[in-house]
């Protein structure tokens, strides 16, 4: 089996590593190609990555290459993490909203469309060569915003399942409340990419026992301390939202704390140059403790179980992932994608039926779902109409004069990116 992974330079791609050398009985990878254009940062993270298959005695090779051509060729499945424009465009993307007073974040709002616009064209160029070498891969799309991303891959006819940590990391959160295997416990799961809620908590499948009720009277503290929301909020919803919802539900209480204080970016270059002076340490052979710092918490673990699935070799049988609604949420589009529950297998992921949805939740999700068809659009096509109607349909923007402001500072800032600007 030969796994490419599309952006192996960057300082996650330990956690990934550590992750196949530890399970490789549920995914028994033969190669493993790094591919990233960052020669430096190439040869440092793939000599950690050798080291730690090493000391955990995996017998598979990994190869490190910056053509991608050669290093998709034949690949059984592809990982994409990758990062266009790098640190540098994730620092714009967290602060030039900040001046119209919106959220600056690189997955929603403003910078999140910014990163959509830099990234669908690169990704669907990526996934256009992988058809031409195997087009029975498997694209597993990690690169944010997961969503949009994964909607132009299946949109163009791509054999593509989006991937995000946040479902595994509820899962393993909570079983770790109940005193509980994570294999047991099971969550319906149901929105959009960063944008969803945990609405149940089951043990021993979709059929077992909702214990959130339980979690919230008894851990209802420990749970609003994690999301950053207060506890009373979540009694009154009666289910955990992720994290991301807190730029919905305090908005303009984040847009201050964001004023005040160095971005996520600036802190994330900051450790990856720490991260990567770890890795060109030749007797470092596993990932380092600082790398749980740097996010993507669970990812090795959700990105295996994925790919064993997909693969036919093994993996969970029920999954939270990114992939087309085909009506199991009947509000929106049978072609959007919706991040839920499914049954995953090697023809690909089926969603789970979904009980209906109070529609606190299903009226945002609809409304998001609109931004992102027109994100789409804009990624797609280009033009500034088409950005300006983006940024306008977001719940997180809305009004003219932010998006007119908006759409200027986004292509002032991303034009290199941007082929039609």
């Not at 919106?102 to 959509?116: D, H, S, V, Y």
Request: proline share 6%; with cysteine.
């Amino acid at each position: 089996m030969k796994l490419t992974v599309v952006g192996g330079g960057s300082t996650y791609t330990p956690e990934l590593v550590d992750g196949f050398a530890r399970l490789r009985d549920t995914l028994p990878v033969e190669e493993l190609v790094l591919v990233d254009p960052a020669e430096d940062r190439l040869e440092l993270v793939g000599g950690l990555a050798r080291r730690i298959f090493a000391k955990q005695g995996h017998g598979g090779r990994i190869v490190t290459t910056s053509d991608l051509d050669a290093g998709i060729d034949g690949a059984d499945a592809v990982l994409l993490q990758l990062r266009v424009g790098g640190q540098a465009a994730r620092q714009q993307d967290e602060t030039w909203p900040l001046e119209c007073g919106c959220i600056g974040q690189e997955t929603t709002g403003a910078g999140g469309l910014a990163k959509a616009l830099r990234t669908v064209p690169v990704v669907l160029d990526i996934a256009e060569r992988v058809r031409r070498s195997n087009p029975r891969a498997w694209i597993i799309d990690f690169t944010n915003p997961v969503g949009i991303v994964t909607r132009a891959l299946l949109q163009a006819g791509h054999r593509a399942v989006g991937l995000c940590n946040v479902a595994i990391g509820f899962q393993r959160k909570f079983a770790a409340l109940l005193g509980a295997a994570p294999a047991d416990v099971h969550l319906a799961h149901v929105g959009l990419n960063h944008l969803t809620w945990e609405t149940g908590v089951r043990l021993g499948g979709p059929e077992g026992e909702n214990v959130l009720p339980k979690l919230l009277a008894e851990h209802g503290e420990a749970i609003a301390d994690d999301v950053r929301l207060p506890r009373p909020l979540l009694d009154r919803l009666g289910v955990v939202p992720s994290y991301y919802l807190r730029y919905y539900y305090a908005h303009d209480e984040v847009v201050r704390e964001l004023r005040t204080k160095p971005s996520r970016a600036a802190e994330v270059a900051a450790m990856e140059r720490e991260l990567l002076a770890m890795y060109g340490d030749p007797a470092l052979d596993e990932k380092p403790a600082l790398l749980a710092k740097r996010g993507g918490a669970f990812y090795s673990e959700a990105a295996v179980d994925l790919a064993a699935a997909l693969l036919g070799g093994g993996g969970s049988p029920y999954q939270v992932v990114n992939t087309l609604n085909r009506g199991t949420l009947p509000f929106l589009p049978d072609d959007a994608v919706i991040e839920v529950q499914a049954a995953v297998g090697p023809a690909g992921p089926v969603p789970l039926p979904v009980p209906a949805l109070d529609p606190l939740f299903s009226g945002l999700i609809a409304n998001v779902t609109a931004y992102e068809d027109l994100a789409l659009e804009a990624a797609l096509r280009g033009g500034r109409d088409r950005v300006f109607r983006a940024l306008l349909a977001h719940p997180l923007i809305g009004q003219y004069a932010y998006a007119d402001a908006l759409t200027d500072q986004l292509i002032a800032h991303n034009r290199e990116h941007l082929a039609w600007a």
